[in-house]
């Protein structure tokens, strides 16, 4: 392995419905830049088909993070998965991921 391997993969783990879901930072890679792309600027003034686009990139993204997560779920769970949970997921990613904006700055 390379030194690069020392970067990926950091863990933490969060509460979800009081359920620990570990998640690591490499969840998220290059490979789905495309996709978090596609989630550009999330206003209302989008038209109905760029919303459609980014609400298939968010439902792809949350369905590869928690296969990755809890890898013994089914698909069948994963899309049982209540939107009650999809903010607090999603903030999870956000900081997991590094994606997350430094407030000290």
Known sequence: MSKLSGVCGKSKIFKIEGVDIEL?????????LPTLLLLGDM???????EKEKRGEAIKNLVFKILKKAVPDAS???????GLRNLKQLMEAIVEISGLKEDASN
């Open 24 to 32: 690591k930072s490499n969840y998220l890679t290059i490979d789905d």
């Open 43 to 49: 206003s209302e003034e989008a038209p109905p088909e």
């Open 75 to 81: 698909d069948e769970e994963i899309k049982e998965f």
